[in-house]
């Protein structure tokens, strides 16, 4: 009786260890940074003790003041690790961003090009770049928002729940990005490259400061349709304020340095997982997705 109540707990402790673990990477917690966790609730208690109040009714004798019955100085102790912060990103204008980008001339130099590019901050708490999946060449180019976490150890775009929903949707069009025909295959990548710290929505900042190679990506791929999966990259590839429930639908169209290309706002399907009763609207864009297609052959 007593070893199994043990083994009970043990295994609870474990478990309880495990989640704190899942919850630290979904955070963005990628590493230690001190050999000891620090307690800053335990740090600002000691300071407080520390402090030495004067007496209200301190006297002064002929003009001068009492001496004060100061507490001895506490023994020194030794100092607290202080945690590690990461390196600041290197500041880089936008002019010399699009140029880095426009002098790119295959998807694998800008892939290469991404890899060393610092100046974009959440490569700091990523774990790898995120560039593109699927057939460069295709048809469509499907453009989501972020990587996360499976996206982030993996190094591939959409490979998660979001992911294998989205290849049952273009299933449903008869388009797999695993086929190596470009009139039923497809190009795969986000309007950030590096996973935002616990899959936050990416800041403005680190949208423009990609979407320079988003745009060069869109010119190297030439793919004749561009689906925009979800707000974040709608608005930035549109330059518009308009949200996706507005915006999905309606052909748009994007001028680039291969010329137009047209544009499906759609919703994302992490947004369809939590709510399944918007699937309709994007089986809605996706049959005139599929229609486009067949126009053009």
């Keep these: 009786m007593i070893e199994d109540r043990k083994s009970n707990q043990t295994a609870s402790a474990r478990s309880a260890a495990a989640a704190v673990l899942r919850w630290y990477g979904d955070m963005g917690v990628g590493e230690a940074t001190a050999c000891v966790p620090v307690d800053g609730f335990q740090q600002s208690e000691e300071l407080n003790a520390r402090k030495v109040s004067v007496p209200e009714n301190t006297a002064t004798i002929q003009g001068s003041r009492a001496p004060l019955n100061r507490p001895a100085a506490p023994s020194p102790q030794a100092p607290r690790p202080v945690p590690r912060q990461p390196a600041a990103a290197p500041s880089m204008a936008m002019d010399e961003v699009e140029q880095l980008a426009q002098a790119c001339t295959s998807l694998d130099e800008l892939a290469r090009t991404l ?149 499906m706002p759609t919703l994302h399907p992490s947004y369809l997982l939590r709510s399944p009763e918007a699937k309709r609207f994007a089986w809605r864009d996706l049959v005139a997705v599929k229609a486009k297609l067949l126009a053009e052959q």
Excluded at 128 to 157: K, N, S, T, Y
Excluded at 186 to 200: E, H, L, M, Q
Excluded at 217 to 236: H, M, N, Y
């Design 115 to 263: 890899d060393q590019f610092d100046a974009c901050p959440l490569k700091r708490t990523a774990t790898q770049l995120c560039f593109a999946d699927g057939l460069p060449g295709a048809h469509v180019m499907i453009i989501g928002e972020a990587p996360g976490r499976e996206e982030d150890q993996q190094g591939r775009p959409f490979v998660g729940r979001s992911g294998q929903l989205l290849d049952k949707m273009l299933a449903c069009i008869d388009l797999d990005r695993k086929s190596d025909d470009p009139a039923r295959s497809a190009f795969i990548s986000n309007i950030v490259f590096w996973r935002p710290p616990g899959n936050r929505k990416p800041s403005t900042a680190e949208v423009m400061m990609c979407l320079p190679f988003v745009k060069r990506a869109i010119e190297l791929a030439k793919p004749r349709i561009v689906i925009a999966a979800g707000a974040t990259p709608a608005q930035a590839l549109l330059d518009t304020p308009t949200g996706i429930t507005r915006m999905r639908g309606s052909w748009k169209t994007i001028t680039t340095g291969i010329g137009e290309v047209d544009v």
